[in-house]
């Protein structure tokens, strides 16, 4: 196998080289944790870009519009790789435990997913983390075959098994690393212990293994994919050679990389500089938010629709809930402390411009309940307000007392949590309020009355 002899002798070019200075070092494995985390999260269907994964690594930038559990994969992947190399630093062996410590790293927490049952049906399952699976796992193929892994009962002894073959091999006088590394990856993959993630603990396994013995870490690159899965399908059929040489070669490549670092030179890839161009755009993007800008006609056309509007008819939802407990319920919005009727979606242009005259504009939605029904309580009143307040360069939500305040910039809109979050915020304070009224009524040793 060349690929795997060559990486042989650019470990010895390697060894040569070290110790290698630690400010390079350091250089050398930022570089690989970063394409670690993007390429391995992404061959799995991650939707964050190399730009959006440095960010989160290196600044903690969220990307908007991409999903939490995507960030938490990244994150939970970063962390992952930390374990590993404080146990590798550690010489710690390899265990079931650290397994499944792993996978309890990538996959943050437990959730639902789509999956096929043993007779090829479509199905719902629930992915647990740091456990073996208590489903069968099998996939279609993109023939609409059912391709089969090991079943819940076979996985535990398979497990013992595999980690039984690994000691086997360490203990072998003339081991050869590379190919341990890259045939343990495939064994764990053709067991497919878990529900989910097992393609990313294997790569960090078999990765795991390679440092062990000084090696860099293998990086399987997103755009590649389709050759990896291919070698991976050839040992399914029984020819496991080619997956080997294709590890070999990628294991090559890091090699060169690494001794270029240790040699004081650059580590940049070819299409890295597209890369950080894209971070670049991150950087700008981010540095927009934080200063904000001026409020413009497109900008507050985006930023008012649809949030004005769904931020009302969600707080009207969750009046509905404490109307039947009053005599009387009143809606109203004030345009900077006048009944106005410019919200509504054909005066939008309207309420554009009446916000772009002024230097501060406040729209309040306000809901009155009079009247609280309860004998035994009492009666009292409650006000339901939230105010938008614009300014020049932010617009700024609050409740009452500030019991609850957000801002954000006109060319970040509020999303449909913000205003879950407004609400939710709204309705809790309209029940402590009563729930407070119900406590003042029972110090008094007064039962309060059922409510209606």
């Given at each position: 196998m060349d690929s795997v002899a060559k990486a042989l002798q650019l470990k010895k070019e390697l060894d040569q080289l070290r110790p290698i200075k630690p400010e390079d070092e350091r250089r050398i494995m930022d570089?690989?944790?970063?394409?670690?985390?993007?390429?391995?999260?992404?061959?799995?269907?991650?939707?964050?870009?190399?730009?959006?994964?440095?960010?989160?690594?290196?600044?903690?930038?969220?990307?908007?519009?991409?999903?939490?559990?995507?960030?938490?994969e990244i994150t939970g992947h970063n962390e992952a790789i930390n374990l590993v190399l404080d146990v590798v630093r550690e010489e710690r062996p390899l265990s079931e435990n650290f397994i499944r410590e792993l996978h309890k790293l990538l996959l943050k927490e437990s959730y639902e997913a789509d999956a096929i049952t043993p007779d090829g049906k479509p199905t719902k399952k629930r992915i647990t983390i740091g456990a073996y699976k208590t489903q069968p796992n099998?996939?279609?193929?993109?023939?609409?075959?059912?391709?089969?892994?090991?079943?819940?009962?076979?996985?535990?002894?398979?497990?013992?098994?595999?980690?039984?073959?690994?000691?086997?091999?360490?203990?072998?006088?003339?081991?050869?690393?590379?190919?341990?590394?890259?045939?343990?990856?495939?064994?764990?993959?053709?067991?497919?212990?878990?529900?989910?993630?097992?393609?990313?603990?294997?790569?960090?396994?078999?990765?795991?293994?390679?440092?062990?013995?000084?090696?860099?870490?293998?990086?399987?690159?997103?755009?590649?994919?389709?050759?990896?899965?291919?070698?991976?399908?050839?040992?399914?059929?029984?020819?496991?050679?080619?997956?080997?040489?294709?590890?070999?070669?990628?294991?090559?490549r890091s090699l060169e990389i690494m001794i270029k670092g240790a040699n004081g030179e650059s580590v940049e890839e070819p299409d890295d500089l597209d890369k950080e161009i894209a971070l670049l755009d991150k950087k700008l993007e981010s540095l927009i938010n934080?200063?904000?800008?001026?409020?413009?006609?497109?900008?507050l056309t985006n930023f008012l629709n649809p949030f004005i509007y769904s931020l009302q008819e969600e707080l009207r939802k969750s009046w509905r809930v404490f109307e039947k407990h009053y005599d009387k319920s009143v809606s109203r919005i004030l345009l900077n402390g006048s009944k106005t009727n410019l919200l509504f979606k054909h005066s939008l242009h309207l309420l554009v411009d009446e916000v772009l005259g002024k230097t501060e504009t406040e729209i309040t939605i306000i809901n009155s309940f009079s009247g609280f029904k309860a004998a035994a309580v009492g009666s009292f009143d409650f006000t339901s307000q939230v105010s938008v307040v614009f300014h020049e360069d932010q617009v700024i939500i609050s409740l009452p007392e500030d019991y609850l305040v957000i801002s954000s910039t006109y060319n970040k809109p509020l999303e449909q949590d913000d205003i879950r979050k407004i609400v939710n915020a709204d309705k809790r304070r309209h029940k402590e309020l009563i729930e407070n009224k119900i406590r003042e009524a029972e110090s008094k040793n007064v039962t309060p009355a059922r409510k209606p």
């Open positions: 570089k690989f944790r970063l394409d670690w985390n993007y390429h391995s999260n992404n061959l799995e269907g991650n939707s964050l870009t190399y730009g959006e994964t440095k960010a989160l690594i290196l600044f903690g930038i969220t990307a908007q519009g991409k999903p939490l559990k995507d960030h938490f099998h996939v279609k193929t993109k023939t609409g075959e059912i391709f089969r892994f090991s079943t819940p009962e076979e996985t535990p002894a398979l497990m013992h098994d595999l980690m039984e073959w690994l000691r086997e091999k360490k203990g072998e006088k003339d081991i050869n690393p590379v190919l341990v590394a890259a045939e343990y990856h495939y064994r764990f993959i053709r067991i497919h212990p878990f529900d989910d993630g097992n393609g990313r603990v294997a790569r960090i396994l078999m990765n795991f293994i390679l440092m062990q013995y000084g090696f860099p870490p293998v990086i399987i690159k997103t755009e590649d994919k389709e050759n990896y899965f291919s070698v991976l399908r050839l040992a399914d059929a029984g020819q496991i050679e080619p997956f080997i040489e294709y590890i070999g070669d990628n294991l090559v934080l200063s904000g800008v001026v409020k413009s006609k497109g900008y």
